[in-house]
């Protein structure tokens, strides 16, 4: 079962991108692209404004300066997937309800056969009349990322959205997430350097006071890499030291 | 649930029940209480029996009273709640008024709304309405408000029309905050019939206990407020039980 892949995902440019909070600036003058159709990992102590910065993106917060533009310059609008670190299902509704969410609030038909073979393919085919209060915190989150994929944008933009899961449901999470979102310009945001080495083709950190965005080079192969591979457990001690040195900074 | 359980649910209210009467005939039976202050048990359950007739045409125009304000009260409040949440004019212009609603005493507007709306069911349905407007507006419309931000922000990723997230988010996400509203409403609603019935009526549970007290029936008294206390808890029973199922993803946690 393959999905269609969305026309050209866009890259995502950053142009002096400024937020201040409360008057103090949380980021100024950043300046970045997030290339297309590439899956792009953002890491910061918490705080340092990783959600901002995605929030920004996502048109959900206005920054104070600089702008966020699509490469191809159409806008971003209508063109964005949301995952957040809580699930966000409507506890009312079936999980195949809370897949096409999206179509309803649009006021679009329901393309129900394309969110059951989503739900499948995440491996929930078996319950789709389900309610979300039936389900573990993993499933939940898998019916998450099958909403998100409904949608079919060419950017989905996700915000810690394993860290509350257990280990080992994360990484599946991961394997399952690195898969399905292959082609689309991704920008996750995680505290954990390990999911960082395992998912991120681009490699960034956000840190400092006002905080700045850095280039640090992700392992080699490609993704999901395996937890055990050595490039991914040196790149995730590498960016642990970088985590504490830039909290002890 | 086990049937252990379902029997102690049952067996405990009637415990009480049982003590309250106990304690009750103690004090007019043995405490030299005079009847027509204090009758016992007892002589209101005899009362009861041979009243029956009275006392269920009385309790029957109440109900349709009660019932008839609530379902009215209901959906107005929902009515305005959903617009003063989807307006910000009607929001500032009507809640002052839903305000006042609530600080006039219903009890002061009594006399004033029989006098407008007469003798019959039509000023005691009024009555209720007033009664209950203000708990079912307020809660529905805090319940609106309060809806969780990560959703409406999803939502807005989604590139939703906001009177559709108004359908599809807002609203059931306040329908647990309307259902109590409407269990705090179910409750107080006889009330505000009752007391229409006091100030001028040809009928109701209100009407024969105020005509009972002239006559120094205390008995009848008593009995028509027996039949209204468990009117009342009847009543919200229903409503408790019908919301429990219509709200089926809000956790039920006193189920005990």
């Known amino acids: ?249 | 649930m086990t049937a252990r359980r379902v029997a102690a649910r049952t067996v405990r209210p009637l415990v009480t029940l049982a003590g309250l009467a106990a304690l009750w005939w103690g004090v007019a039976r043995l405490g030299g209480v005079p009847p027509y202050l204090l009758p016992a048990p007892d002589a209101v359950v005899r009362t009861m029996w041979m009243q029956r007739g009275l006392l269920a045409d009385a309790a029957g125009t109440t109900l349709l009273e009660t019932v008839l304000g609530l379902g009215l009260g209901m959906l107005g409040g929902a009515a305005l709640a959903l617009a003063m949440t989807a307006s910000g004019v009607i929001r500032r212009w009507m809640m002052p008024l839903v305000l006042l609603s609530q600080a006039v005493p219903v009890f002061a507007l009594a006399p004033l709304l029989v006098l407008w709306f007469g003798f019959g069911i039509a000023s005691k349905v009024v009555m209720a309405v007033l009664v209950i407007f203000f708990p079912i507006t307020s809660s529905f419309f805090d319940g609106l408000r309060r809806t969780p931000p990560d959703w409406l922000d999803l939502a807005r990723t989604m590139g939703a029309a906001p009177w559709r997230v108004l359908v599809h988010v807002r609203l059931p996400a306040a329908l647990p905050a309307f259902g109590s509203g409407l269990r705090v409403a179910t409750a107080i609603a006889p009330i505000g019939a009752v007391v229409g019935e006091w100030v001028g009526a040809s009928s109701g549970l209100g009407f024969l206990m105020q005509t009972a007290n002239t006559r120094f029936e205390t008995d009848l008294m008593f009995a028509a407020l027996l039949v209204l206390a468990t009117m009342t808890i009847l009543l919200w029973w229903g409503v408790d039980r019908l919301l429990a199922r219509l709200l089926y993803w809000v956790p039920d946690s006193v189920v005990d």
């Open chain 1, 1 to 249: 079962m393959t999905q269609a892949r969305p026309a050209a995902p866009p890259a995502i440019r950053l142009e002096g991108l400024g937020l201040s909070y409360a008057g103090s600036p949380v980021f100024e003058g950043l300046d970045f692209t997030f290339s297309a159709g590439t899956f792009s990992v953002l890491l910061g102590p918490s705080g340092v404004g990783k959600t901002s910065l995605l929030r920004s993106i996502a048109l959900l917060d206005r920054p104070t300066a600089g702008r966020v533009m699509a490469d191809d310059g159409a806008s971003l609008a209508g063109r964005i997937a949301w995952m957040g670190q809580q699930d966000l299902l409507l506890p009312w509704a079936r999980v195949i309800d809370n897949v096409t969410m999206g179509a309803r609030l649009r006021g679009e038909p329901i393309a129900r056969g394309r969110a059951e073979a989503l739900l499948r393919r995440v491996g929930l085919g078996d319950r789709l009349a389900a309610l979300p209060s039936e389900l573990s915190g993993g499933m939940r989150q898998r019916v998450a990322l099958a909403r998100t994929l409904y949608e079919d944008r060419p950017v989905v933009l996700m915000d810690e959205p394993f860290s509350a899961l257990d280990s080992v449901t994360r990484a599946r999470m991961q394997d399952l997430a690195a898969d399905m979102l292959r082609g689309r310009t991704v920008v996750l945001i995680t505290h954990d350097p390990l999911e960082a080495c395992r998912l991120g083709q681009v490699i960034l950190l956000l840190a400092g006071s006002p905080a700045r965005l850095s280039s640090v080079p992700a392992p080699d192969g490609a993704t999901p890499r395996p937890a055990d591979d050595p490039g991914v457990l040196r790149g995730q001690g590498h960016l642990m030291r970088r985590l504490l040195d830039g909290v002890a900074a």
